[in-house]
T-cell receptor, first 107, second 116 residues
Framework: AQRVTQPEKLLSVFKGAPVELKCNYSYSGSPELFWYVQYSRQRLQLLLR??SRESIKGFTADLNKGETSFHLKKPFAQEEDSAMYYCALSHFNKFYFGSGTKLNVKP | NAGVTQTPKFQVLKTGQSMTLQCAQD?????MSWYRQDPGMGLRLIHY???????DQGEVPNGYNVSRSTTEDFPLRLLSAAPSQTSVYFCASSYSMGDGGNYGYTFGSGTRLTVV
């Protein structure tokens, strides 16, 4: 069965520090993976699609099939990055989400 | 484009009442989904549709019904509200890319439902 695990509920870093938000998945086929961001009391917004290998707002994510991971990274965190981040996996166009990681960037 | 529009934004129900959460999208997306968001549990898929007339259950379908008579609309019905259905509900829509992959879901602004 498909599953997405985000092991950290909360991640606190100082402004300017590197950030890595962890995402591990369980899936038997070739996964389609995504990262979403949700700012306080707002709707979820698509941040990254692994298939397009984009960099959005300085964030990148690399699919590691050997480790079944899709960690989200940013070299220098900004205060405006504080938000909830969700990793998601698409299975026949149904999306399954992890439980989310709250990123807190301290000044 | 308005994107994905959900109504109402807030609702308080008494246990046993029924209601319909409305969702409409104007992007001609084929896929639509309903999620509930609860603290510490992320988003869980309630129901799903791949096109008009076709729906399927997600992870937590009990107590909810859906129908999709048009591409644009995907209402979620609570049959007999229970306190366990207190949550934030999100509707989302998406489409396939040319290579068969998914573009990624666009979400509505959510409905905050409280059942007392």
């Amino acid at each position: 069965a498909q599953r997405v695990t985000q092991p950290e509920k909360l991640l606190s870093v100082f402004k300017g520090a590197p950030v890595e938000l962890k995402c591990n998945y369980s899936y038997s086929g070739s996964p389609e993976l995504f990262w979403y961001v949700q700012y306080s009391r707002q709707r979820l917004q698509l941040l990254l699609r692994h298939i397009s290998r984009e960099s959005i707002k300085g964030f990148t994510a690399d699919l590691n099939k050997g480790e079944t991971s899709f960690h989200l990274k940013k070299p220098f965190a900004q205060e405006e990055d504080s938000a909830m981040y969700y990793c998601a996996l698409s299975h026949f166009n149904k999306f399954y989400f992890g439980s989310g990681t709250k990123l807190n960037v301290k000044p | 484009n308005a994107g994905v529009t959900q109504t109402p934004k807030f609702q308080v129900l008494k246990t046993g009442q029924s209601m319909t959460l409305q969702c409409a999208q104007d992007m001609n997306h084929e896929y639509m989904s309903w999620y509930r968001q609860d603290p510490g549990m992320g988003l869980r898929l309630i129901h799903y549709s791949v096109g008009a007339g076709i729906t399927d259950q997600g992870e937590v379908p009990n107590g909810y019904n859906v129908s999709r008579s048009t591409t644009e609309d995907f209402p979620l019905r609570l049959l007999s509200a229970a306190p366990s259905q207190t949550s934030v509900y999100f509707c989302a829509s998406s489409y396939s890319m040319g290579d068969g992959g998914n573009y990624g879901y666009t979400f509505g602004s959510g409905t905050r439902l409280t059942v007392v």
